[in-house]
């Protein structure tokens, strides 16, 4: 069992910038992909960005392909997300998933929210302009 708790979410205005992170439990290879996913209000929740365990392969939204930064530190069993130039199409709930079904050196391939077996409960991020 994988227990995922986000944190770091906040309100910063247009432009600026947010550190999200992710804590899991239980052995870092139990977490082979870790992604981020995002749901704003009405809309479907998002693929937003994964990392496979050793860092190598990582795949980004096109929304967010340039100004987002996943990484992972896996001695402390964390993920990150940095966001710079935050824009207001960016607020959102900010979910930390794991997809503990692929290897451990196995590229990013999962972008879906099926793909996605362990959830935490979300991080609100707001950006206002």
């Known amino acids: 069992q994988v227990q995922l ?3 770091g979410g906040g309100v910063v ?5 947010l550190r999200l992170s992710c804590t899991a439990s239980g052995p870092t290879f139990s ?12 809309k479907e929740r ?3 960005a994964a990392i496979n365990w050793n860092g190598i392969s990582t795949s980004y939204a096109a929304s967010v392909k340039g100004r987002f930064t996943i990484s992972r530190d896996n001695a402390k069993a964390t993920v990150h ?3 710079l130039h935050l ?8 979910y930390c998933a794991a997809d503990t079904r692929r290897g451990p050196y ?6 879906s929210r099926s793909d996605y077996d362990y ?3 979300g991080t609100q991020v707001t950006v206002s302009s």
Do not use: H
């Open 106 to 111: 196995d590229a990013v391939r999962s972008y």
């Open 46 to 48: 998002e693929f937003v």
């Open 13 to 17: 205005q247009a432009g600026g910038s």
């Open 87 to 94: 824009e207001p199409e960016d607020t959102a709930i900010y």
């Open 31 to 42: 977490t082979p992909i870790m992604g981020w996913f995002r749901q704003a209000p009405g």
């Open 119 to 121: 959830w935490g409960q």
């Open 81 to 83: 997300l940095q966001m």
């Open 5 to 7: 708790v986000e944190s």
